[in-house]
């Protein structure tokens, strides 16, 4: 039998209808200020996205195909934002180097690559195909 109290996850998570979506809209474009401010990957990430998704929207192709290509770039985003947030958490726990930190920084920076090569493949397959 657990005794333990209840403890409230957050104070924030009391929130319905519309303030949860203006407060989720608020926090959403804070973590995109904090990551574009704070991580050099994601202002690069950000930049590629600036030149391919216009570059794509240009291109004489059908839409899927142009569909395909802007979502294999917001990808790269948004597993660099997860990464991004994984690596904040594990330094705001600890700065000493730890195997598993490493290991799930390693991992997120995997996730990125894999994200990238996935740009890669889909934008050769659809303007070599």
Same mark, same amino acid.
């Given at each position: 039998?657990?005794?333990?109290?209840?403890?409230?996850?957050?104070?924030?998570?009391?929130?319905?209808?519309?303030?949860?979506?203006?407060?989720?809209?608020?926090?959403? @474009?804070?973590?995109?200020?904090?990551?574009?401010?704070? &991580?050099? !990957?994601?202002?690069?990430? *950000? /930049?590629?996205?600036?030149?391919l998704i216009p570059t794509a929207l240009l291109m004489p192709l059908p839409g899927l195909a142009k569909a395909l290509m802007i979502a294999s770039v917001l990808l790269? @985003?948004?597993?660099?934002?997860?990464?991004?947030?994984? &690596?904040? !958490?594990?330094?705001?726990? *600890? /700065?000493?180097?730890?195997?598993?930190?490493?290991?799930?920084?390693?991992?997120?920076?995997?996730?990125?690559?894999?994200?990238?090569?996935?740009?890669?493949?889909?934008?050769? @397959?659809?303007?070599?195909?």
């Amino acid at each position: 039998m657990n005794t333990d109290p209840v403890v409230e996850e957050s104070p924030f998570k009391g929130q319905t209808g519309l303030r949860r979506i203006w407060n989720a809209f608020s926090y959403s @474009l804070s973590g995109l200020h904090a990551a574009y401010l704070n &991580e050099d !990957a994601f202002r690069q990430e *950000s /930049l590629l996205a600036a030149l391919l998704i216009p570059t794509a929207l240009l291109m004489p192709l059908p839409g899927l195909a142009k569909a395909l290509m802007i979502a294999s770039v917001l990808l790269v @985003l948004i597993v660099e934002l997860l990464n991004s947030a994984i &690596e904040a !958490a594990i330094d705001r726990i *600890s /700065l000493d180097h730890h195997r598993l930190s490493k290991r799930a920084k390693d991992i997120g920076s995997a996730a990125v690559l894999i994200a990238l090569i996935n740009v890669l493949t889909t934008w050769s @397959l659809v303007l070599l195909a």
